[in-house]
């Protein structure tokens, strides 16, 4: 029997605990490129380490566990593990995105995919039956974010999963915004997740690094395949980095989200707020699914400021959250998805999709919450033209 039931205790003692060999509580980091042979043709299990490391492959144990799946595998960044995962395609096939996917994993597909002859077709994945209308023999694969970046809009993955299921193609989930605290979307039939471990897994903004989970043996063997042939490994002391910062993902997020439930209530009354995007509030698309499907609404909200309000001026007059690029971290940030992480997205496509130049991300930290609103609060006041 297992010694814990709940995922708070298998973020702490889940994958490999500790150090066999002399007691450490914490995996140690195995700084080494090579692993002696004791006679030709037998190791020790370790051969070199882009095919494999002890601290890496504890790691790869815990978030294959967390997800509830059959292995997992650790990337350099969150684009080399969708690299990887895209990479089980071949000339011919097609992708479907759902509208709103990150504008890295767009960009790969456009710029890096397309010239090989994987495809990619951008839908609006929360029409379940639009959805399933647009499977075309070469469509291969479903990749889909929920709630997705930056309108937080809510997918049915359980109806995606079914999907792809009957049309025997791969579901795929960017579970980042998430993590397994929240969602596990092989529990509702996804074939592989992956993750921006650079977010809410490592938790503090001090590394970069990608995640794959997948729930198949033979599909596993392929992504093990492609990871130690293309070679984007995670190095050994950032999966130690994040091994720890996966130990506290539940303390961190139950106040990532009782903060950011009162920021999406705080930002929802003010009068300067023209809209607020948060799938913990009653009135978001897609409320029920994701309550169906996720444990809350998560930690981050968008909001769109009135036209009487100057963007730029809301942005320079923050004194405590950052402006910057990525979410997750401890420390809040916000962004322009227009003109930041979005801006790979072509700017009439941007339109179509909802992405305006008046849209505020914000990743909601876990300091005190009248600080937060506070500092909101003063910088909406400042921008006022
Ligand atoms: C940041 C992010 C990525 C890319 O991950 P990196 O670690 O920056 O390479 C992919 N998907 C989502 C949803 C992200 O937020």
């Known amino acids: 029997m297992s010694k814990y039931k709940n995922i708070e205790s298998a973020l702490i003692h889940g994958g490999i605990y500790g150090d066999e060999h002399t007691g450490a509580v914490n995996v140690p980091i195995y700084q080494t490129s090579t692993y002696e042979q004791p006679e030709l043709g037998k190791h020790k299990g370790w051969e070199y380490s882009r095919t494999g490391n002890p601290t890496r492959a504890a790691l790869e144990a815990l978030i294959a566990e967390l997800e509830c799946g059959k292995a997992g595998f650790a990337f350099a960044s969150g684009m080399a593990a969708i690299t990887a995962v895209l990479s089980l395609f071949e000339s011919g096939d097609k992708i479907i995105i759902s509208s709103n996917v990150y504008g890295g994993t767009f960009r790969v597909l456009d710029k890096v995919f397309k010239n090989f002859g994987i495809n990619y077709t951008i839908e609006d994945t929360t029409d379940l039956a639009g959805l399933d209308s647009k499977i075309t023999p070469d469509v291969k ?37 998430m993590t397994p605290y929240l969602q596990r979307p092989i529990e509702l039939g996804a074939d592989i997740v992956i993750h921006s471990a650079t977010k809410y897994l490592g938790g503090h903004s001090d590394l970069v690094a990608g995640l794959v989970v997948v729930n198949d043996e033979a599909l596993a063997e392929r992504i093990a395949f492609i990871q130690n042939s293309t070679g984007g490994v995670l190095a050994p002391f950032d999966s130690f980095l994040l091994i720890r910062g996966i130990k506290t993902l539940g303390v961190r997020l139950d106040r990532h989200v009782a903060n950011a439930e009162k920021a999406a209530e705080y930002l929802k009354l003010h009068r300067a707020v023209k809209q607020v995007y948060y799938p913990g509030l009653p009135d978001a698309q897609g409320y029920e699914i994701n309550r169906r499907q996720a444990k809350n609404g998560g930690a981050m909200i968008s909001f769109e400021l009135y036209e009487n309000y100057n963007i730029a001026k809301f942005f320079s007059s923050l004194r405590l959250i950052a402006l910057a690029e990525s979410l997750g971290g401890v420390e809040s940030l916000v962004c322009h998805p227009a003109s930041m992480t979005h801006a790979s997205i072509p700017y009439e496509i941007r339109q179509k999709v909802g992405i305006t130049d008046g849209l505020i991300r914000l990743s909601v930290g876990i300091e005190s919450i009248d600080d937060l609103l506070f500092d909101l609060d003063q910088a909406i006041a400042e921008s006022e033209m």
């Open 141 to 177: 694969a479903i990749l889909v974010e929920s709630p997705a970046n930056p309108l937080l809009t809510v997918t049915d993955l359980s109806g995606v999963s079914e999907i792809a299921k009957k049309h025997g193609i791969l579901s795929v989930v960017d579970n980042t915004f």
